[in-house]
């Protein structure tokens, strides 16, 4: 009678065990699960959106994504399988990959898209645009050369209004017999939404104490939108002239700023970055 207690109490604990073993095991399965992080991520002071996932408590994000948003180069070397990185050079984007069709891949996440002779680009109507010139690209008669990094922030960027980047778009028109290609420049719409965060945190009028200007309802004296509806009139200006946005904001900070930039080609020739405002 007594070994068979043992035995039932012995099958017990085995039964316990396994039991156990399969709810820990489960339970390190669920906690190394990738799962999309919900935290915020700033950059300088900066709030930056990534693409970030949890794995086992710790944050994962693409070495690209990192190299962006604090300048480092990253390449891939595809002959020895090798994962690059430099301190000593500035990031740029991942080589364009080419679709099926021939066209290049045009990022749609704010990083740079420097123009090459022979890129064909899918244009919103299916018209596969073929660039054939950028001499003038950085070497106009008006620009003063290659245009350096984004601005970096002189007051708490993550403080203000932060617009959505809108979608890529890539508009072909035929006029006259000419054909004409506007990339929407992401890049560039960076660089104006970055030089109005600092001139809103350089103006009394919307900055004080170290923070943002609120009116009585506590909403903030200045919107920014990175898109101006079709139809519009707005300010144009080219090449990229800092005070020149920053000029306009000082003349009447409060309000709704408008901004885009777009890439303009003609038959196949790049002709400049065009740099739109609208206040309302």
């Known amino acids: 009678m007594k070994t068979k207690q043992s035995i039932?109490?012995?099958?017990?604990?085995?039964?316990?065990?396994?039991?156990?073993?399969?709810?820990?095991?489960g339970a390190a399965e669920e906690y190394l699960q990738a799962k999309r992080s919900t935290q915020q991520f700033f950059v300088d002071g900066q709030r930056v959106e990534l693409e970030a996932y949890a794995i086992g408590g710790h944050n994962y994000v693409k070495l690209r994504d990192e190299g962006r948003l604090v300048d480092f180069g990253v390449d891939y070397d595809t002959v020895t399988n090798s994962v690059r990185i430099s301190t000593a050079t500035p990031y740029s984007p991942e080589a364009k990959t080419p679709t099926t069709k021939g066209t290049v891949a045009l990022p749609t996440d704010g990083s740079r898209y420097v123009p090459k002779e022979g890129d064909v680009v899918r244009c919103d109507d299916g018209y596969e645009y073929a660039i054939t010139d950028v001499s003038r690209w950085?070497?106009?008669?008006?620009?003063?050369?290659?245009?350096?990094?984004l601005p970096t922030p002189t007051c708490d960027w993550s403080l203000l209004n932060q617009p959505v980047l809108p979608d890529m778009e890539v508009r072909h028109y035929n006029i006259n017999g000419e054909e004409y290609l506007f990339i929407r420049n992401l890049?560039?719409?960076?660089?104006?939404l970055y030089t109005l965060y600092n001139a809103i945190g350089a103006n009394e009028q919307t900055w004080r104490d170290g923070a943002p200007v609120l009116r009585k309802g506590g909403t903030q004296f200045v919107r920014i939108e990175l898109s101006i509806p079709k139809g519009s009139n707005p300010q144009a200006f080219w090449p990229w002239k800092p005070e020149r946005l920053t000029e306009v904001f000082n003349s009447c900070p409060p309000g709704t700023y408008q901004m885009e930039a777009w890439d303009v080609y003609?038959?196949?020739?790049?002709?400049?970055?065009?740099?739109d405002l609208r206040v309302k």
């Open 8 to 25: 039932i109490a012995l099958t017990a604990g085995v039964l316990m065990g396994a039991s156990m073993v399969g709810s820990v095991a």
């Open 138 to 149: 950085d070497a106009n008669a008006f620009a003063d050369g290659p245009l350096g990094a």
């Open 187 to 192: 890049y560039e719409t960076r660089r104006m």
């Open 266 to 275: 003609k038959n196949g020739v790049f002709q400049k970055t065009e740099y």
